[in-house]
Each structure stands twice: as structure tokens, then as C-alpha cells.
């Protein structure tokens, strides 16, 4: 199993659309979450810190639960540059970090 | 503040080649890491350094790859010799303890 799954995509959404994308943690040890965003040939960005309170920015609300070791992201109102790749990001002691493999969002007009 | 700096930004080589990636990461930043990322894959980890030593190398090929960061700065990350399933883009990344963990644009290779 591996560390940090995430949906398989792609997903396919219209525009104004809400999606959300899920992201499980095996170690239980894991100190810190993030979210990247990656286009297509372009590095990974952050995108948002994942807080144990639930955090928002903009259209982004990113929920923890470390109980079930457990991540996701929503997104509100899509729109085109929405498209992109989502990474589920894991921190772990002495600045581990572990990637997802990504879930893939077309945003279509 | 400069970004993460990586060179070249691609590189064609024939398999048994060998193959050098640098990298020069944020100043101030103790923390470098190389990553692999396959195409339709998420960046996987391959060595992080913390100043000029080793914390994590264990997704590292040793019989092939091999990486250094002499002065706590820069880095290298070699491939000798190349096998067609190295193809990848080699991504650097930074970070100064918790904080501002940045990545470089990355060197893609192609192994023909």
C-alpha cells in the first residue's frame, strides 16, 4: 500500500461546478498536510496548508481528520484555470515529505 | 527572493549514457531534495539533504544514481549509466524547516 493515495481521476467537471478530491495517510506519525497544484509541464505549486481546524481560501476549503487519516479539498465554482493536477502532500518527522500521486480536474466550459 | 534553480532544462541522451542534473536551491534553505516524477505519477522522492547530509536516500537507485551537495548549497544528482525507464523529470526542491518548501522547473529527460 502506498503512503498517501489519492482519487484516481480524471475528473471531468463544468464550469460553477463544486468537486472534491479525497487523500488517505498510512503513518500515523505525519506532522503536517498540504495541497499542490500541478500544470501540465509546470513544477508543483502549493496550493494550501491543510489545518486539524479546516481551513479556507477563496473557492479552496481543506479539511483534516487525523483520526481517519484523512485529507480533502473542495473547490466551489470552478472555473477554467481550475484545470490542473492536485497533489495530496504529507510532511513527516525530519522534513519527510511524501507526494500523492495526483488526481487530474478538467474544468469544461 | 531567486527561486529554486535547476539545469538544464532538458536533456536527450541514449540509453548506458551518463547524465548530471544540477540544482541551487533557495538561499538560506538547509533542506534539499531531488524528486522523480513520471509521466501521470506524483513527484517521488529520491534524496533530501539537510545541509551537506544525507537524511533520506532510500528510494535512491545506488547501483546507478547518485547525488552530492559538498558545501551545503548547491547539488548535483547523476544517473550513470541511463536505462530507457529513467525518462522522468528530475524536480529540486527547498525548505527552510517547516516553512516555504519551493521547487525548481525541473530538468526532463529523455532516455532513447
Known amino acids: 500500500r502506498k503512503e498517501v493515495e489519492q482519487d484516481p481521476g480524471p475528473f471531468n467537471v463544468p464550469e460553477g461546478a463544486t468537486v472534491a478530491f479525497n487523500c488517505t495517510y498510512s503513518?500515523?506519525?505525519?506532522?503536517?498536510f498540504f495541497w499542490y497544484r500541478q500544470d501540465c509541464r509546470k513544477e508543483p505549486k502549493l496550493l494550501m496548508s491543510v489545518y486539524s481546524s479546516g481551513n479556507e481560501d477563496g473557492r479552496f476549503t481543506a479539511q483534516l481528520n487525523r483520526a481517519s487519516q484523512y485529507i480533502s479539498l473542495l473547490i466551489r465554482d470552478s472555473k477554467l484555470s481550475d484545470s490542473a493536477t492536485y497533489l495530496c502532500?504529507?510532511?513527516?518527522?525530519?522534513?519527510?515529505?511524501?507526494f500523492g500521486p495526483g488526481t487530474s480536474l478538467s474544468v469544461i466550459p | 527572493e531567486a527561486g529554486v534553480a535547476q539545469s538544464p532544462r532538458y536533456k536527450i541522451i541514449e540509453k548506458r549514457q551518463s547524465v548530471a542534473f544540477w540544482c541551487n536551491p533557495i538561499?538560506?534553505?538547509?533542506?534539499l531534495y531531488w524528486y522523480q516524477q513520471i509521466l501521470g505519477q506524483g513527484p517521488k522522492l529520491l534524496i533530501q539533504f539537510q545541509n551537506n547530509g544525507v537524511v533520506d536516500d532510500s528510494q535512491l537507485p545506488k547501483d546507478r544514481f547518485s547525488a552530492e551537495r559538498l558545501k551545503g548549497v548547491d547539488s548535483t544528482l547523476k544517473i550513470q549509466p541511463a536505462k530507457l525507464e529513467d525518462s522522468a523529470v528530475y524536480l529540486c526542491?527547498?525548505?527552510?524547516?517547516?516553512?516555504?518548501?519551493?521547487f525548481g522547473s525541473g530538468t526532463r529527460l529523455t532516455v532513447v
Open positions: 538561499s538560506g534553505h538547509a533542506t
Open positions: 503513518n500515523s506519525a505525519s506532522q503536517s
Open positions: 526542491a527547498s525548505s527552510f524547516r517547516l516553512v516555504g518548501y519551493t
Open positions: 502532500v504529507v510532511k513527516r518527522d525530519y522534513d519527510k515529505v511524501i
